[in-house]
């Protein structure tokens, strides 16, 4: 018996306008991995992490999360089941503190309101917390400093805090890798691996060599299609990747 899947899809399918986007897509995320969902520009990827993460209607096919059909929920009602898409709560709030922006997302947790007004007591039970996630992702020196004003890789870990302050079950990254130089890259792979520890994270990429050393598992997608799935020995072996996704990086 194979394990349940933290989450599935079955023949999803998305069309627009009698393109087919994203064409009868099964995929499986196994709890407690690291899978990336990886393709050139115009594989399908986006259109499928926005399918899963219901930002997008299918045309046809089925999600399930932890057995659950999920096809027809509304963004909010599958972040309430813990599954959250990285920049769905984390609109930073360019002009707030690092800080205030992990407690602002904590008083979300809670169900509360953004009440700036009269609010500083309840954000100030959320501090200590605040500070450890802030901690987490290495960003403890930055706690003060406002978001707007941060680095770009310093500005996509806040982004990380952010959402593992929603204490998620499966954490959705969007190309969480995107624009960073080397050491940038590093340092977020490695933050990506360590919140990974204890939930799942299925994160959408571009880059085949990020990806390598940091998932599990690996979904190649092609014109809209699951061209081959495995760990990265093994897609990274097949001619079919090498063909039409390394051989057509460099188009991109």
């Not at 009698?18 to 990886?38: C, M, Q, Y």
């Not at 800080?99 to 007591?121: C, H, I, M, P, T």
């Not at 001619?239 to 039409?244: A, F, K, N, Q, T």
């Amino acid at each position: 018996m194979m394990a349940e899947a933290i989450i599935e899809t079955r023949r999803l399918t998305k069309s627009f306008r009698g393109f087919k986007a994203v064409n009868d897509i099964s995929i499986r995320v196994e709890p407690g991995t690291i899978h990336a969902l990886i393709g050139a520009n115009g594989a399908g990827k986006t259109t499928c992490f926005n399918l899963l993460t219901k930002f997008l209607e299918p045309s046809a096919g089925s999600i399930l999360y932890k057995g659950r059909d999920i096809t027809r929920l509304k963004p909010d009602q599958v972040a309430r089941l813990g599954m959250v898409r990285s920049f769905q709560i984390s609109a930073v709030f360019s002009q707030l503190p690092a800080l205030e922006n992990v407690k602002l997302a904590l008083q979300r947790r809670r169900g509360e309101s953004y009440d700036f007004w009269g609010s500083q007591r309840r954000l100030e039970a959320y501090h200590e917390r605040a500070m450890s996630l802030l901690e987490e992702v290495g960003l403890d020196d930055w706690a003060d400093t406002l978001s707007a004003e941060l680095p770009y890789g310093r500005k996509r870990a806040l982004e990380l805090a952010t959402t593992l302050a929603l204490d998620p079950e499966l954490m959705l990254l969007d190309e969480p890798l995107a624009g960073m130089g080397t050491e940038d890259v590093g340092r977020t792979a490695e933050l990506i691996r360590r919140v990974a520890a204890d939930r799942t994270v299925l994160m959408v990429e571009h880059n085949l060599g990020v990806v390598a050393e940091l998932c599990d598992r690996i979904t190649v997608l092609a014109r809209g299609e699951v061209l081959v799935e495995g760990d990265y020995a093994t897609v990274s072996r097949d001619p079919r990747v090498i063909e039409s996704y390394i051989g057509g990086a460099h188009h991109d």
